[in-house]
Every structure is written in C-alpha cells, then in structure tokens.
C-alpha cells in the first residue's frame, strides 16, 4: 500500500479546490472570517506588545498605572470577582465649549455598570439615566451630579461609587472614567464607526453640526453629537440611552474589525488619558474574557422607572424600586443572595405606569434591526438565577461604611 501523501506536497493531500481533470493546481477557499477567533488574535497581540513596549515585570503587571483610586470597600469579596465583577464606566462631560449642550464641568451624563459573568462567558450592561432621581441632597437631585458635587473632590469617583452601592445594594468592583475629548479622539484613533443612522441627528443645524440618516461612518466629532443630542426625542433624555445602545452595538462590532496597530493606538491614546483603577494584569484578564463573548450574550438594560418631577419641579427619572430590585438580582447578582426592594436605599417618586421596566435589549438584537429599548429579551428563557450560589454572600460589597469621605 502506498504511503499517505503528504498535505503540504504539491501533489498530495486533499483533493478538494482542484481544477478542472488534468489540472492539478490548487485553488485557495476563503474561509470565512470567525469574528470571535480575530479579536482574541488580535488582542492577545496588543496586550504582549504593551507588555513589551512598558517593560513591565510582575510587580508593575499587578500596579494601578492609570491613578484610580481604591475602591476595594465597595467591591465584593476576591472568591466572587472570580466568578463575576461590577463594572461602572462613566463618560465625563467636561466640555467648556459653549455650544455644548450645557457647561457645567464634569456631569457624568454616561453611567453603566457592566456586570462580566466569567462563567458563563455573558455580560450585561445596565444603563442609569443621567436624569436618574437621587434625593434632596443634591440640588438637583440627579445621579449626573453627585460626581463632580460631592463630598469627597480629591477623588470624585468614589461619591459616585459610594451612592450606587448604597442605593443599589450593589458592590462596585471596578471603574472605568472617559471624558468626551477621549472620547472622541478614540474613536478617530480606529478610523470612525461604522453604524446605520436611523434618523437625522441635528445637533447644531446652523454650525453644519448635522448627521444624515442612512449608514454612515461616523467621525469622533459625530459619534459624539449621536450620543449627546436628545433635543430631537420625544423621549428627551430616554431617547438619548436608547440611541446610545445603538452606538454601543456598532462600536463592539467595530471593535472585531480592528487590526493589530489599530488596536496598539488606541490602547496608547487611552493609556494617558483614561482613569481607572484596574491593574495592567485586570485589563489582560478581561480583555481575554470579552473575546470570548457571543454578542448575542451581551445584553443591555435601563434602570426601570418613568419620567416625572421632583417635589421642586425639576423634570426627573424616578426610579422603580421592586423592579429594579428584580433586575439586579437577576442580572448582576449571578453568585451571591437576591437583595429585597425593601433594603435598597432608592426613593421612588412616583409608579404611575410601567411602560419603561422592560427595556432589554441584546447586543446582536440591536446588530439585527431591532428597535432599541423595545424589549426583545423577557419572553427567552432566563438562563441566570437570582438567587446566587448558595454561600450566602453579602451581595452589597464588602464595606459596609458607604459614607463620603
């Protein structure tokens, strides 16, 4: 019996891509791209030229290079981070330029917590409108000034870290901050987004601050107008966090598209110019877990609630406690105990209608069409149980003093 070919031969192998009889030429398939397998290509390749490039050994893997503060009181115990992690990221709106949409310096008018759920390779996002109804202590009571206006100004983060783990019962593992300039020179930094505009952003018509509707590759300058204009909504700032989710999905599948000195840009730009208190040795792991993810895992919420006033009169967002309570147990609280509504420290103004308590969306819903903030995910089988694992942690973070310092 003849030996087995070789596959790298000329002349051996599989015949399969052959020509025509009598033409022995091999023709090359192209596979289809796995979008999955490029962005852990791509990213294990950043993270080892980073590496490289900082020279950093162990003790500097395992540093807080980025100047974050310490929130470790409001984080949960090491044995669940393991498991799953809290993420708040937060887009500071430190914009002097009066145009803008408003001058006041550093409202956080984006606030998500990312809950990362390393077991089953899932991550969920919820979006806390800025307008988000907080209490009296503020004047005007919203969750976009308890940042930059709190107790705590050398480090302003952990005012907003303290008030959502107080009133969400929710530890905070981590943050991530980016102000409006980053954010814009991160996006032109991997060459714009690629995403369908539904409809005509006029941001600043008389300025040409215009976007077209249809597919548009959107610049830094543009991608911002997108997520800041709600002028236009019937909504007001409701239809800016749907919009917003309409972005994010783009950018993550931007993102599978990059190539590796893209990536290297963009992780330089946003060594200097981002804060957070994750080590090099965190960015690593995670980035190696959201390779991972099935953009169809990926799922984005809106704090349940309903626009409405507060006792002053301000237009607000007030909060719905039982079902939020029944999100975060849900959602991100995939290993510890449920939380009642009774032991958040929400106030909830008014519960008049319920047309905003089911908002979830997943990532490649939104990729497919879907309409943003119209539910596409309560009638699916929820996979995750609210009741964690059974060790009865504290699910509310491991400080228990909340307080400003």
């Known amino acids: 019996m003849a030996n087995r070919p070789n596959n790298n031969s000329n002349g051996g192998g599989d015949q399969r891509g052959r020509g025509p009889a009598g033409n022995s030429k091999r023709l090359r398939v192209k596979k289809p791209v796995n979008k999955k397998k490029r962005l852990t290509i791509i990213l294990s390749s950043v993270l080892a030229v980073v590496i490289l490039l900082c020279g950093v050994g162990y003790a500097l893997l395992h540093t807080n290079l980025f100047g974050g503060a310490d929130i470790t009181e409001y984080s949960s115990p090491k044995k669940i981070q393991d498991k799953s992690v809290n993420i708040l990221v937060c887009g500071i709106d430190n914009d002097s330029d009066p145009a803008a949409e408003h001058t006041e310096n550093e409202l956080t008018d984006v606030i998500m917590i990312v809950n990362f759920n390393f077991e089953k390779s899932e991550a969920t996002i919820l979006q806390v409108p800025r307008d988000t109804y907080i209490g009296s202590d503020y004047p005007s009571g919203k969750v ?16 907003l870290v303290g008030l959502l783990n107080d009133q969400f019962a929710l530890p905070i593992d981590h943050y991530v901050t980016i102000t409006m300039e980053t954010f814009r020179e991160a996006i032109d930094a991997i060459g714009g987004i690629d995403m369908n505009v539904p409809y005509q952003i006029d941001y600043c018509a008389p300025e040409g601050k215009i976007i077209p509707a249809g597919q548009q590759k959107l610049t830094g300058q543009q991608a911002e107008w997108f997520v800041r204009w709600r002028d236009g909504y019937a909504e007001g700032d409701i239809g800016r966090v749907k919009a917003q989710r309409l972005f994010i999905s783009a ?11 893209q990536m290297i840009k963009l992780v330089k730009l946003c060594y200097d110019k981002v804060e957070t208190d994750l080590t090099m040795a965190d960015i690593l792991a995670y980035a190696q877990e959201a ?11 809106m704090v349940p609630g309903e626009p409405t006033y507060s006792d002053d009169g301000l237009s607000i967002y007030g909060i719905h406690k039982d079902e939020l309570a029944d999100l975060l147990n849900q959602k991100f609280r995939p290993h510890t105990d449920d939380v ?6 929400v ?17 490649q819903d939104l990729l497919d069409g879907h309409t943003p903030g119209k539910d596409s995910l309560s009638d699916r089988e929820d996979t995750t149980s609210g009741t964690g694992d059974g060790s009865g942690e504290d699910s509310s973070g491991t400080g228990s003093d909340t307080g400003e310092e």
């Open 291 to 301: 390779s991972k993810l099935d953009l169809a895992k990926v799922e984005m919420y």
């Open 347 to 363: 106030i909830e103004v008014s519960h008049e209608y319920d047309y905003y308590d089911q908002n979830g969306n997943s990532i």
């Open 144 to 159: 976009n000034a308890v940042y930059a206006h709190g107790d705590n100004q050398k480090e302003k983060i952990k005012n």
């Open 251 to 261: 950018a993550m599948e931007e993102l599978t598209t990059l190539n590796s000195s």
């Open 340 to 345: 009642l509504a009774e032991n958040l420290n």
